[in-house]
């Protein structure tokens, strides 16, 4: 049985501890894991008959690193966790500057031949370098102890090597050393700076990663900890966690909606923003869905609870994003590949410089600095931050615009579509029919139609009856029941009102009862040719009059469309519809391309005809029947009004329900994807300049370890500016 959980992970320091979890899980049968260093979690997919959560922890433990379970959604355990780290790290670099100060300055006074002898002391910097050496620097020390057990060289090694090196040789120099101009060249000062920088690159890309999750944080931060639940007929509050289905909850004014359900009672505005991107409160009354975490913002009312814990849409949502922010994009495979050998070809270019300077100058002093600096200089850490953190923050900003992007594939695949394909029931209309025309042709009026066909569709279950049914309530006020009512499946009603006897369907039920649609065949093809259903109305055997109904296009859908066009998109439009109406609303929103009379089962065969033709395309759907479509398409996107299974079976799901946020989604992936390679080309053009210049001896080690201490603090830091990108 496949079972998908989440770990959170301790003791990564660079890329290449997140690659080597990875091995070590992937080493397991049937287990599939990616580990993200930025979230410092592995998503794990198992199969819970063969293996256990404890194998999965002592896999990662055996690899040398610590793994536990992760509890739903504890934002503030993790968020006391982080806080925890980043007051160690600062305390740390705080006590390694003040230590690592008086040595710094030392080095620019003899740079300008200034000599302060207490600076100049060998014993004295012994005493300063000593405590940051072994003290603040343990840290480094026992990670690169466990990561040479494990057989996996981290980032550590190079840090507690380089600084080892820099210390120690400069312990042989001060007193141990005969020649005088031996003694002279101390280096304390720069493995106590490279620590202290190294520390301080740490502190801030601490701070750094935790904002990429800022997301995150707000969606869990939306989840209210009591509800106001009627028990025995009084109110009490109880813990979310307690609320169970078909309770009845009172929300007043300014109040979070605690979980999802239905109105039962009162009536009022609902802002829904955090959760879908719409600016303006939506209107609520009895009979409408709540969804927990939104804002109740004027009336008290009571709801009953319809989805509860796991179950409720924040949870999904949630849920959806750290899956996303967890996941891999295929542009992540290179880095991933270049961090699992890094720190052993760096060690090896280290050695080589070291025997290079020594064989050919002749010059150990010159050869060991520039060896250190290599190992200093190196930094994996920027190829492991490059993607995810991009990740994390599309994700993000995707969510707080209810785009909810499932993981990194779908993210990097949907900037590349250049084909879409809308189905038109639900996505770019409305999903229900309205009432457009009212026709008398005969001698009773307008309005007494209208009255006549609300009575005869007060009962009627069906969707054409029942718009009729709200149009005449609209129109008139109150409808009374018929004194008769027969339904015909599938072609209309019969009724009796006042004595009249009354038909009103179809024209082939019209032609069955024995009357002549002749006087209104024009009519009929007119609605028709304008995409139209239209229903006759017939009294005591008479033609009086027709009813047409259409499924209303969205708003939006003109605009989006126009928008779609201009990114270069082919855009489809697929429905059941017969050719001339499906051309007839094609024609008002400007789309040629269009797949008429297409059957549910159908649907997946065209996404894939297109494919085939060489075209990369997504499918927009929001029924049942879109399910197939939508996993054969390229990219799945799923209206958020529709149903779970369309949702579950995308890989972007737009909350609102609105064609402009596919817009957003194209847009967003691409600025994404800009930052990730922006983010890999410096991480490599970093590494690859950074390293040879220390090779031969032009970066001093100081420079090397603030410059390699910085490296992946930029690169998060390029990450967040995402956050600048606003979706319209």
Not at 50 to 64: F, H, W, Y
Not at 269 to 287: A, R, V, W, Y
Not at 559 to 575: D, F, Q
Request: net charge neutral; charged share 20%; glycine share 8%.
């Amino acid at each position: 049985m496949s079972e998908k959980i989440q770990l959170k992970l301790g003791g990564m320091t660079c890329a290449s501890c997140a690659i080597h979890i990875e091995k070590a899980l992937n080493k397991i049968p049937e287990v599939k894991a990616s580990v993200n260093f930025a979230k410092e979690e592995a998503n794990v997919e198992y199969d819970s008959l063969k293996t256990t959560t404890k194998d999965l922890i002592k896999a990662v433990s055996n690899a040398g690193y610590k793994a536990k379970l992760k509890k739903d959604e504890n934002i503030d355990e993790d968020k006391k966790s982080k806080e925890k780290e980043i007051l160690k790290l600062g305390i740390s670099f705080i006590f390694s500057a003040i230590l690592s100060f008086p040595l710094f300055f030392g080095m620019i006074l003899q740079i300008f031949k200034v000599n302060i002898a207490i600076l100049h002391n060998p014993y004295f910097q012994l005493a300063l370098a000593t405590p940051i050496q072994f003290i603040i620097g343990f840290r480094f020390y026992r990670n690169a102890f466990k990561s040479l057990i494990s057989l996996n060289p981290g980032m550590d090694l190079l840090v507690s090597l380089g600084t080892s090196a820099a210390y120690f040789f400069s312990i042989y120099n001060g007193f141990f050393a005969t020649s005088h101009a031996s003694m002279n060249n101390l280096y304390f000062e720069a493995s106590a700076i490279i620590i202290t920088l190294v520390i301080l690159g740490r502190y801030f890309e601490a701070i750094a990663k935790g904002k990429t999750s800022d997301a995150i944080k707000k969606l869990i931060g939306l989840k209210p900890k009591l509800a106001r639940v009627i028990k025995d007929n009084n109110e009490i509050d109880i813990p979310i966690e307690d609320v169970a289905i078909n309770d009845v909850i009172v929300v007043r004014p300014g109040e979070r909606i605690p979980v999802d359900g239905v109105i039962v009672e009162g009536f009022s505005s609902i802002d829904e923003s955090m959760l879908t991107g719409e600016s303006f409160p939506q209107e609520k009354k009895t009979g409408d869905e709540v969804i927990g975490g939104t804002i109740n913002k004027y009336g008290t009312f009571k709801f009953t609870a319809t989805k509860v814990g796991k179950d409720t849409v924040l949870s999904h949502i949630i849920k959806i994003v750290e899956d996303a922010q967890g996941s891999k994009a295929p542009i992540q495979k290179l880095a991933d590949k270049v961090a699992g050998i890094f720190v052993p070809s760096v060690l090896f270019v280290a050695i080589i410089t070291f025997l290079g300077w020594l064989l050919i100058g002749h010059n150990f002093t010159m050869g060991l600095i520039s060896a250190v600096s290599v190992l200093v200089i190196a930094c994996p850490c920027a190829l492991g931050l490059a993607t995810p953190t991009a990740i994390m923050v599309g994700t993000g900003i995707g969510a707080e615009n209810g785009i909810l992007i499932k993981n990194g594939e779908s993210l990097e695949t949907a900037y590349k579509l250049n084909a879409i394909v809308l189905d038109k029931t639900g996505t770019i209309t409305n999903g229900k029919p309205s009432v457009t025309d009212v026709v008398s042709v005969g001698n009773i009026s307008k309005e007494e139609l209208i009255k006549l066909a609300g009575i005869s569709e007060k009962k009627s279950e069906h969707p054409l009856g029942v718009a009729i049914y709200e149009y005449s309530k609209k129109e008139i006020g109150a409808i009374r029941d018929p004194k008769y009512f027969e339904a015909i499946p599938g072609k209309g009603v019969k009724t009796t009102i006042d004595d009249k006897n009354i038909l009103i369907g179809t024209k082939s039920l019209i032609k069955e009862n024995g009357l002549s649609v002749e006087q209104v065949e024009n009519t009929l093809l007119e609605f028709e040719n304008q995409g139209k259903t239209t229903i006759l109305i017939a009294i005591d055997n008479k033609i009086e009059g027709l009813i047409s109904l259409s499924d209303t296009i969205k708003e939006t859908s003109f605009s989006a469309i126009e928008e779609l066009k201009k990114m270069g998109l082919e855009i489809y439009m697929m429905t059941g519809d017969n050719k001339r109406t499906a051309m007839a609303i094609a024609k008002k929103l400007g789309i040629t391309n269009v797949l008429a009379e297409v059957l549910p089962e159908n649907k997946a065969s065209e996404v894939e005809k297109l494919k085939k033709s060489g075209k990369i395309v997504a499918m927009v759907g929001d029924g049942i029947n879109d399910a197939p479509a939508l996993t054969t398409a390229d990219i799945g996107m799923a209206i958020g009004t529709g149903t779970d299974i369309a949702m579950e079976a995308s890989d972007i799901t737009l909350v609102k329900g609105d064609l402009k946020t596919i817009v957003g989604a194209i847009k967003l992936s691409k600025k994404t994807i800009d930052k990730i390679k922006q983010n890999l080309f410096w991480a490599f053009f970093y590494n690859i300049i950074g390293i040879p210049f220390a090779a031969f001896g032009l970066l001093n080690p100081i420079i090397a370890g603030g410059a390699m201490a910085f490296s992946s603090v930029s690169v998060v830091s390029n990450s967040l500016t995402l956050k600048r990108f606003k979706i319209k």
